[in-house]
Structures are given as structure tokens and as C-alpha cells.
């Protein structure tokens, strides 16, 4: 069993930067495709960004290219989103999770662990 903790979230203005670390516990993250996910109020769970077993594979969401970063460090067996220039449209709750495939992948369904979510709030 893997078991995902998010945290890194926060209240930043427009413009502002936020770094979201994802720690798993198992020995098996390697192996795993991670994703980020996240939740407006009201609205579904939307994809953000995914990156394959080592790293040299990542896919974005249209709306967070060129802005977002996602990157692992299999070593502390722990997924990162470097998130700048935000905006107000990118408050929600974000979500890592974890695929036992080792591709990158933006399918919600193909994830099989997910952490418990953390808040960021980008003011205007």
C-alpha cells in the first residue's frame, strides 16, 4: 500500500510562486507514474500535470503550461509542483496521486493513490 501526504499549499497574491511537495511511503514509488490534480469549488476534479516513473516524461494541462513544473526526487520519494505566476483561477484544492503505470498519464481513472489534498489560494 502507498500512502500519499501533500502539503506546500497556501494564500499567495497573483503573480506570486507556491512549491507543493508530495511524499509517498512504500518502496515501490519509483515505479510509479505521479499526477496533480485539483478541485475548484463546485467544480470536477481537473487534471494539472503528470510525470513518468524517472522524470524525463511530463504533459501539463493547456491552462498551466509554461507556468507549472512537475519533478521527482526518487531518492525522498517525493513529487514536487513549482507553481509561478499564479493566478486567481488556480485557487483550488490540488491533489497528488500515484499510478501503478509507470507512464504519464492525465486519466483520473488510471490513478491508484491519492494524498489528502492541500488548499492554495491566489488573491487578486
Known amino acids: 500500500q502507498v500512502q500519499l501526504v501533500d502539503a506546500g499549499g497556501g494564500l499567495v497574491q497573483a503573480g506570486g510562486s507556491l512549491r507543493l511537495a508530495c511524499a509517498a511511503s512504500?518502496?515501490?514509488?519509483?515505479?510509479?507514474?505521479m499526477g496533480w490534480f485539483r478541485q475548484a469549488p463546485g467544480k470536477e476534479r481537473e487534471f494539472v500535470a503528470t510525470i513518468n516513473w524517472n522524470g524525463d516524461n511530463t504533459y501539463y494541462t493547456a491552462s498551466v503550461k509554461g507556468r507549472f513544473t512537475i519533478s521527482r526526487d526518487n531518492a525522498k520519494s517525493t513529487v514536487y509542483l513549482q507553481m509561478d505566476s499564479l493566478k486567481p483561477e488556480d485557487t483550488a484544492v490540488y491533489y497528488c496521486?500515484?499510478?501503478?503505470?509507470?507512464?504519464?498519464?492525465?486519466?483520473?481513472?488510471?490513478?491508484?493513490?491519492w494524498g489528502q489534498g492541500t488548499q492554495v489560494t491566489v488573491s487578486s
Open positions: 512504500g518502496r515501490t514509488f519509483s515505479n510509479y507514474a
Open positions: 496521486a500515484g499510478s501503478r503505470r509507470a507512464y504519464a498519464t492525465a486519466n483520473r481513472v488510471e490513478y491508484n493513490y
